[in-house]
Nanobody
Framework: QVQLVESGGGLVQPGGSLRLSCAAS????????MGWYRQAPGKQRELVAT???????NYADSVKGRFAISRDSDKNTVDLQMNSLKPEDTAVYFC?????????WGQGTQVTVSS
């Protein structure tokens, strides 16, 4: 059974940085796409960033230039480096992975940006 486990969330002041990590277990092949989504209270889940196995990335406009996604395809891990954090980045962040139409999600990690 495939499981995704996120780590690295927490409380940070505006302008600060956090690094989220996600590790997959139960999968012997490399996921085609891995990424991060977030859901703020009262809002729908939205894409933050994705990265395909070959390395191409895609970012939400709201995080371009501040966030950087990276992955280790051999280990099926994906990280999200978040810099210059803003209060509007506060949300639960979910790791996602896709393999031939199957989509997997982690349980989420809370990121709170507040002074």
């Amino acid at each position: 059974q495939v499981q995704l486990v996120e780590s690295g969330g927490g409380l940070v002041q505006p302008g600060g940085s956090l690094r989220l990590s996600c590790a997959a277990s139960g999968m012997i092949f490399s996921f085609h796409v891995m990424g991060w989504y977030r859901q703020a209270p009262g809002k729908q889940r939205e894409l933050v960033a994705t990265i395909v196995k070959e390395g191409s990335t895609n970012y939400a406009d709201s995080v371009k230039g501040r966030f950087a996604i990276s992955r280790d395809s051999d280990k099926n891990t994906v990280d999200l480096q978040m810099n210059s954090l803003k209060p509007e980045d506060t949300a639960v962040y979910f790791c996602s992975a896709q393999y031939y139409g199957a989509n997997y999600w982690g349980q989420g990690t809370q990121v709170t940006v507040s002074s």
